[in-house]
């Protein structure tokens, strides 16, 4: 299993965890690894390989891949072709984010891979539904 399917699988445990608790999305924002970019090796081995989507369609086609492959449980949204959210975010290729109930970011994750974190995320989560319930 590969670092990322194991890392979603501890994605799902925290959905599972804390889902009654807090809402949770998935978006999906542009291609990381089109062939025509910054294609890895791990993507070629495992044949996930998807040209960067040109519509709103196509992401959400990629996306919705991405989902099945992942086994993700939780919500997906697709960000728009025109890359709202990555920009207003700056999201790609993966990052957590815990945005509070006035659409506040109360914690942004460092970007991953390398800064992909999902224990601090749930700190966080536990932190906000804490408030929350106080």
Known sequence: MTPFRMQSVRLNDIFEAHKDNIEFFLIYVCEAHPPD????????????????????????EVGNACQIALNLKYPMLIDSIDDDVERKYVASPIRLFVIDEAGIITYAGDQGPRGFNPDSWEAAIKKQTARVSA
């Open 37 to 60: 970019g910054w294609q890895t090796p791990q993507n070629l081995y495992e044949e996930v390989i998807y040209d960067a989507p040109t519509t709103d369609d196509e992401r959400a």
